[in-house]
């Protein structure tokens, strides 16, 4: 039975198309990622954080004037609310920093109420995850917080707000790239819940809370750290294959490898790869060892199915070089992506209606209930 | 959370509060042909009205409707006459359409006959759904597959090469 279905089940609705999107593309077959017509990699190395931000939110990259304007705004957003000061001071030493950004991006968002999304709104909710990982990150280490400085870029604030000193050139650009790269990817399961929340014609705060907590999940933003947590299992390039033949014996799951949309390599991981080598040689070294046995042995077993290393795996040598903990790997994916979360849901309240599919009932027929007393 | 984020939007939970708050501009059942009349001719949504769903009588707002006589009759009364009118507007307005009041409309009505105060209608609606969502999260642990649907391109033609930030 089923309720006027017009079509099929498609299990993770793969290959339905969610949304119509001008923000980015990905492009699986030829292995590109392209934000508002630019390819990837030549945004990667040349444009700021900020740069690429505005892209997403305007459709243009922003000339001098707007840049400075839109630095002005995020540096005039840096600080938290009272409200969510105290909230986050009142969370466990031990909480999972996900739940943090999760919880306190929420209560700095309640003043916004029911607004609708705004470009503004957006500046200030993505000025705001940096220094509420930051704060959270020192108040674990017994530390007070950092004010945030004008004259540093988003990137650059991220590190200083966390260590309390300036971080290197190298150190900054690579976290910046990093940033540029993550920003957006089509209809990824965290910005097709902000468009979901969005659709409802609820508030960017919303959509952004809904949105964390997709990127919480294991399947989506939650492998860098586990990728991390598989090296250090291996330990030493010797060990890689037979660890990784007796893994699979174990049907232990390899981190970092497989992805919905991209056939040939993603071209972030290439990028990211590149940097590994060479800010983290002792990761890159290890780590191409893996990649190759774990694609030898994927491809034993499913010679049919196109597999390769995602974002995932390179990042986290990358985020490791810059010196994050790796509890802050996924953190700081939401500090890219939230760039890309508000631009779908300016994209999605612009041209709105409401998101609600159909589902497939497999329950009973429909039955009498028996009353409490008669049941037994 | 993502769930109750979704549950704010107007278009969804927040349809009971917005369905009171239409009722409450309307008045009383005097007023109603005028207030919509005036309100279809400027374009404007009737609230509680309308589902993707149901295309007939919704089974819950039948239910809510025979609580709402006894629980508000005041506000029964404003919202019965509210809703015989508006059905007639939007079936002349759109005959093709099979236009039913939905949930939202007659839950504001009972709502407001428990006492509630409006602020907290969709937060009723939360305590309620809550159930549910946690039994889709259940059913879902044993069919975990990503829900990452695809997207379709309508922006500018992919290879551009980015200006300089001197240029622009």
């Known amino acids: 039975m089923s309720t006027s279905t017009n079509s099929a089940y498609v299990p993770g609705l793969e290959g339905i198309i969610g949304a119509q999107t001008a923000i980015s593309m990905v492009d699986g077959a030829n292995g590109r990622l392209v934000y508002q017509g630019y390819v990837i990699a030549d945004l990667a190395q040349q444009m700021s954080f900020e740069e690429v931000a505005y892209l997403l939110w305007k459709g243009q990259l922003p000339t001098k004037a707007q840049l400075d304007g839109l630095a002005l705004e995020l540096a005039a957003s840096r600080t938290l609310t009272q409200a969510a000061t105290i909230a986050l001071d009142a969370l466990p030493a031990d909480t999972d920093p996900m739940d943090v950004l999760r919880s306190v991006v929420s209560i700095q968002g309640v003043e916004h109420r029911l607004s609708q999304p705004t470009v503004p709104l957006a500046i200030h909710a993505a000025a705001s995850f940096p220094t509420i990982l930051a704060m959270f990150y020192r108040r674990q280490l017994g530390l007070e917080p950092v004010t945030p400085r004008r004259d540093l870029g988003h990137a650059a604030n991220y590190l200083y707000m966390m260590n309390g000193k300036e971080a290197g050139p190298e150190v900054v650009r690579a976290l910046n790239t990093y940033l540029v790269l993550l920003a957006d990817h089509g209809m990824n399961a965290s910005t097709f819940t902000a468009r979901v929340i969005a659709s409802t014609e609820s508030d960017l705060t919303s959509c952004l809370v809904g949105a964390i907590g997709a990127l919480k999940g294991p399947a989506h933003g939650g492998a860098p750290s586990a990728v991390i947590e598989q090296l250090e299992r291996i330990g030493t390039a010797e060990n890689a294959e037979p660890w990784m033949r007796d893994a699979r014996k174990q049907k232990i799951k390899f981190m970092g490898f497989g992805h919905r949309v991209y056939r040939v390599y993603d071209p972030r991981a290439k990028i990211l790869k590149e940097m590994c080598r060479q800010m983290n040689p002792r990761f890159y070294e290890l780590a191409t060892r893996v990649e190759e046995v774990a694609l030898k042995i994927l491809h034993e077993e499913h010679p049919e199915r196109p597999q390769s290393v995602n974002v995932e795996f390179y990042s986290a040598g990358v985020l490791q070089a810059i010196g994050l903990p790796k509890e802050f790997f996924t953190p700081t994916f939401a500090v890219s992506r939230v760039a890309g979360w508000s631009a779908h849901v300016l994209e999605q309240a612009a041209h709105n209606r409401i998101i609600r599919p159909q589902s497939e009932y497999i329950g009973p027929e429909p039955r009498k209930p028996v009353p409490l007393a008669e049941r037994g | ?168």
């Open chain 2, 1 to 168: 959370m993502g769930a109750i984020a979704a549950l704010k939007g107007p278009a969804h939970g927040g349809a009971t509060l917005a369905a009171r708050n239409m009722l409450d501009k309307i008045g009383s059942a005097e007023n109603a042909e005028k207030w919509l009349t005036d309100a279809h001719a400027k374009h404007e949504r009737f609230s509680g009205f309308g589902h993707r769903v149901y295309r007939t009588y919704d089974p819950r707002a039948k239910i809510l409707r025979e609580m709402a006589r006894t629980a508000a009759p005041d506000l029964h009364r404003t919202a019965a006459r509210t809703e015989e009118i508006a059905l007639k507007i939007l079936h002349d307005a759109h005959p093709e359409r099979p236009n039913a009041t939905n949930v939202d409309f007659w839950a504001s009505v009972v709502l407001t006959g428990a006492g509630i105060p409006k602020e907290l209608f969709t937060t009723m609606f939360a305590t309620s759904r809550v159930s549910g969502w946690t039994a889709h999260v259940l059913e879902s642990l044993s069919d975990l597959r990503i829900i990452r649907p695809a997207s379709r391109w309508i922006g500018p033609e992919p290879g551009r090469k980015p200006l300089q930030l001197a240029k622009r």
